[in-house]
């Protein structure tokens, strides 16, 4: 009241003070100086890490945004972090999050069996282009994560898989088919990151999505845009500093609401017609999920499957092409399934591929799978992120250090299939590693998380197998295929990925495949 009384009430004219800085009074001068302390207070302050967290590594921590070489030279940071402790733990900043880096068997261990340690919770919040719901059943049994690995579940049961197997097939066929047709017009090659890659978005949209996206060209080729543009604009700040709005952020939001318009435009066209195919959206639709829920689940299953398979096919076939021993044993695979199938001398492979079982496919293609899990192996860069949501700090084995309370923690991929003690020659793809007689991925407990590993097992993994097992068989029946440069050039072998990325990523160096039909 004293200082009010000080004041010339003349000169608190609102016009004159915002016009007039020279005339503000001393009392607006101490407000705006506290707020600005209090605001760069805010800005700068970080919580501390407890005292039995992995030691601090300073050498890329910057104040305010934190350790930003996660984000640009991830490979790098996590692994030369890892080298400066001894037990390979250290702590980092991403704007006021609090990071644990965890390496080694122990913490391996910790770090994919805790029940302490949200998967969910920690990529919604470090992977920012994953796409997210408000939860407003958070706690209960029908949380988002908790209703989306039921919902998955039951969509990966067999009975959807003898449904949707033949559509596949034919599905695959026909698009291999457009695919050698435009790669008459390219000199006979293919971008498998272009015509695989959008097979893989077809066969996972017929089996989690709407079939009407899969039935119209134009809507598949449209949605897939909307979702790869979605994809691409992963925003570090937005991780640092999640209450900015970036151009990346309204990036999401306006393919978001893209795909979410296109998929109202669906279920209002079903309701009117009355139309009902017996597919995964109207599967959630008659278990009365909102189109929000039904999008991001959706949306989830997509990234999961396109960041993964529809990268996973491209690579594997261009690692056959340039390994003779493993293409010809694929070739004699795929050809010894159509030869003991064949029930008459009219039938083509293509025609026996698509007459075969679920149970056919699930057995008779072991090499496949063998060159999948390798391909895998090469290509999962990146590293796992997990939230602690234990309410407290949650110990690293028996190390002696800590998640903190509210914590992350990550685990570097190379750290695991990048290891010579593991997988010698690691940089090598030889899917011989994974036979009965060398088996180096059961030299040690957790050795590969190419399909999940402790409580998060990939719950899609029989699907890509069968997915995978299908492209692949198609592609050899119908194709001898060598790997080039663009402009025509023999590749001994395939560009190496990126190890610095936040997950598997198509080429950065462009490759073809150049196809020839089959003669049998």
């Known amino acids: ?54 030691k601090l590594w300073k050498p890329k921590d910057w104040p305010i945004v934190g350790a930003l070489a996660f984000f640009t ?52 919040t470090l992977y920012a282009a994953s796409p997210a719901v408000p939860d407003t059943e958070k706690n209960t049994e029908n949380a988002y994560d908790k209703w989306f690995s039921r919902t998955i579940t039951a969509m990966m049961k067999k009975e959807n898989f003898v449904k949707n197997l033949y559509p596949m097939v034919h599905d695959t066929q026909k698009a291999l088919d457009r695919a050698f047709y435009r790669a008459q017009q390219q000199g006979g090659m293919i971008d498998p990151f272009d015509d ?51 151009w990346n952020w309204a990036k999401q939001m306006y393919y978001g609401a893209k795909l979410f318009n296109t998929l109202d435009s ?50 594997l076939m261009m690692y056959l092409a340039t390994t003779p021993e493993w293409y010809k044993k694929t070739q004699e695979e795929v050809d010894g399934v159509v030869k003991r199938h064949r029930t008459s001398p009219d039938q083509s492979p293509t025609d026996i591929l698509a007459a075969l079982s679920v149970d056919d496919w699930e ?15 090469l290509q999962l860069v990146g590293a796992a992120c997990r939230k602690n949501v234990s309410g407290r700090d949650v110990p690293i084995g028996n190390t002696g250090e800590v998640v903190p309370k509210d914590g992350f923690a990550t685990y570097l991929c190379d750290d695991l299939h990048m290891n010579p003690e593991i997988y010698p020659n690691p940089e090598r793809w030889d899917p011989g590693r994974y036979l009965p007689d060398r088996a180096e991925d059961k030299k040690e407990p957790h050795a590969y998380m190419g399909w999940g590993l402790g409580r998060h097992p990939c719950l899609g993994m ?10 692949a068989a ?33 080429p950065e160096r462009p490759m073809r495949l150049k196809i020839t039909p089959r003669k049998y």
């Not at 302390?37 to 805010?42: D, R, S, T």
């Not at 999920?289 to 997509?302: A, E, K, N, P, Q």
């Not at 057995?363 to 192996?377: K, N, V, Y």
């Not at 029989?462 to 492209?471: D, N, P, S, T």
Request: proline share 5%.
């Open 196 to 246: 695989i890659y959008r097979i893989v978005y077809m066969l996972t949209v017929r089996m989690v999505g709407p079939t009407e996206f899969v039935e119209r060209p134009e809507m598949l080729d449209k949605t897939m845009h909307y979702f790869e543009s979605y994809e691409s604009a992963l925003s570090a700040t937005r991780v640092v500093f999640p209450w900015m709005l970036t």
């Open 462 to 471: 029989r699907f890509a197998k069968l997915e995978m097992a299908v492209i």
């Open 73 to 124: 030279d991830r490979r790098n940071f996590l692994t030369h972090g890892s080298r400066t402790q001894k037990t390979g733990a250290f702590s980092f900043y991403l704007g006021k999050y609090q990071v644990v880096n965890i390496s080694g068997r122990e913490g391996r261990k910790a770090f994919f069996d805790s029940r302490e340690l949200s998967m969910s919770e920690g990529y919604a």
């Open 363 to 377: 057995s008779e293609f072991p090499i496949i799978d063998l060159g999948l899990r390798e391909s895998i192996r």
């Open 474 to 506: 198609c592609f050899i029946t119908k194709f001898d295929y060598t790997l080039h440069t663009p402009d025509g050039k023999p590749l001994a072998e395939p560009y190496p990925s990126n190890r610095n990325r936040f997950s598997a990523h198509k």
């Open 266 to 315: 669906v279920v209002k066209e079903r309701k009117k017609t009355g139309r009902r195919p017996d597919d995964a959206l109207q599967f959630l639709l008659d278990g009365g999920d909102g189109l929000v829920r039904i999008l991001t689940f959706i949306m989830g299953s997509l990234f999961a499957g396109q960041l993964n398979s529809g990268i996973n096919a491209g690579w």
């Open 1 to 54: 009241m004293a200082a009010m009384e000080g004041l010339n009430l003349k000169s608190l004219n609102p016009i004159r003070l915002l016009t007039s800085h020279d005339e503000w009074p001393t009392t607006v001068w101490v407000l705006c100086l506290t707020t600005l302390i209090g605001f760069l207070v805010k800005l700068f302050w970080r919580p501390a890490f407890p005292k039995n967290a992995p």
